[in-house]
């Protein structure tokens, strides 16, 4: 094996050498024998803040998990970042991954903290299911579905815990492979201009599905798409009064791929048959959560943190004022190309657009899941007229 040094935040890693892992000229983690990807430094200084601020919401050092490492970059970062970090327990089945997370952790002089397992993900995670063994929070960060260690987290995670998902298929997520959705997700996907947020909202339904089998109520601090992969940070709570609120935001969103029409509905309401605007067919997605997508308060307090050994912490501003301005708006975005394509008017500016809708008393703002969509509570003929008076008519 062939290694060189990184740095990601505080914290100096080996990692494999880039230039000896390549595929037509771009440096492949799959490649490697210990998997690394260099792309996802932002979600991973994404994770050192939101668990920064978590940590500074419980009365003790936390206990983390991190059960697919790799070569163990977030557990070792957590441990050298975060502060009050009772231990963090790092895991991987990758013969190869163990004596890198090994070094990883000399390096970083962390041998009282880390404590690392050569396992598979859910072994190690069900071994951490007995009352006194759980953690405070648990990274679950896979090539491709999250959804086979769903169950074995929520099980060991404390009451109250925080449980951090990835999700990098977003090929089935997203509708292109709807059957490999349904499969790994039990949900069916819409393949639709808004096909990242039902995507996201469709990974999310699955881990409050799985909470809710052991009585646990899910809040989403956090959650977003960016790049490749969806990824969420889910706070569950013991009760079944909890779970019952978590359940009654679970639902589908109804789309009409002719006019764009689209409503989200909880699980026990009433289906429709055709689009309420067109009475043309309609396409449903689902089961997802149809809740809040992110908490203010959370984000307001992750953006006090300080970023500035953050190598993307001016992408990290970006997106969380952008998640701010959005958490509030109900679901589904309108992408304005697509509206303006069907008026045939040119394309006129997004702000002008969310202007109009805010002076109309409509919540209205961007979103970063497309930078050309507006997320808005103004109901589609509402949002047509809008853009078809401020459009102009081709030259």
């Known amino acids: 094996m062939i290694f060189s040094k990184a740095k990601e935040g505080k914290t100096d890693l080996v990692v494999p050498d880039p230039a000896s892992y390549t595929f037509q000229g771009r440096y492949e983690p799959t490649k490697a024998p210990v998997f690394y990807n260099p792309r996802m430094e932002f979600s991973r200084d994404m994770a050192v803040l939101a668990l920064a601020v978590f940590s500074k919401t419980r009365d003790r050092p936390l206990d983390i998990c991190d059960p697919l490492a790799g070569l163990g970059a977030r557990g070792v970062r957590f441990a050298k970042e975060v ?7 790092i895991g991987d089945l990758n013969d190869d991954a163990i004596p890198v997370i090994s070094e990883n952790v000399r390096f970083n002089k962390l041998e009282g903290i880390v404590e690392i397992f050569h396992k598979d993900a859910c ?3 069900t071994e951490h299911a007995e009352p006194g063994k759980r953690f405070d929070y648990i990274d679950v960060d896979p090539f ?9 987290a929520v099980r060991a995670l404390k009451n109250g815990g925080l449980l951090a ?16 959705c349904i499969r790994k997700y039990g949900g069916t996907p819409l393949r639709s201009e808004f096909c990242h947020e039902v995507g996201l909202r469709i990974m999310i339904g699955t881990a409050v599905r799985e909470a809710l089998k052991y009585d646990f109520g899910t809040e989403v601090l956090l959650s977003y798409s960016a790049d490749h992969y969806l990824r969420a940070y889910l706070r569950c ?9 978590s359940a009654s935001s679970m639902g589908y969103i109804f789309h009409c791929p002719s006019c764009g029409w689209r409503c989200a509905l909880q699980l026990n309401d009433p289906w429709p048959c055709s689009c309420a605007a067109c009475g043309k067919p309609i396409k449903r997605g689902g089961p997802l959560w149809c809740g809040r997508l992110c908490e203010r308060e959370f984000m307001e307090r992750m953006l006090a ?6 190598n993307t912490g001016k992408r990290i501003e970006k997106l969380l004022n952008l998640l701010i301005s959005e958490s509030d708006k109900p679901p589904t975005y309108y992408v304005l190309d697509n509206i303006c394509s069907r ?18 008393g409509y919540e209205s703002s961007l979103t970063h899941f497309h930078p050309k969509a507006i997320k808005t509570s ?18």
Do not use: Q, W
Request: some cysteine; overall charge positive; charged content about 25%.
């Open 305 to 310: 943190e300080d970023r500035s050994f953050l």
């Open 83 to 89: 502060g009050l970090i009772n231990k963090s327990v």
């Open 237 to 245: 709570s013991l009760g079944a009064k909890r779970g019952d609120s």
């Open 378 to 395: 103004a109901p589609l003929d509402v949002l047509t007229k809008v853009v078809k008076d401020a459009g102009r008519h081709p030259e």
């Open 165 to 180: 998902i990835t999700a990098t298929d977003t090929a089935p997520l997203c509708g292109i492979y709807s059957k490999a």
């Open 144 to 152: 491709g579905t999250p959804s086979p260690f769903l169950d074995c």
């Open 343 to 360: 008026l045939k008017r040119d394309v006129p500016p997004i702000s002008k657009i969310i202007e109009t809708l805010t002076s109309m």
């Open 123 to 125: 072994l190690l995670l």
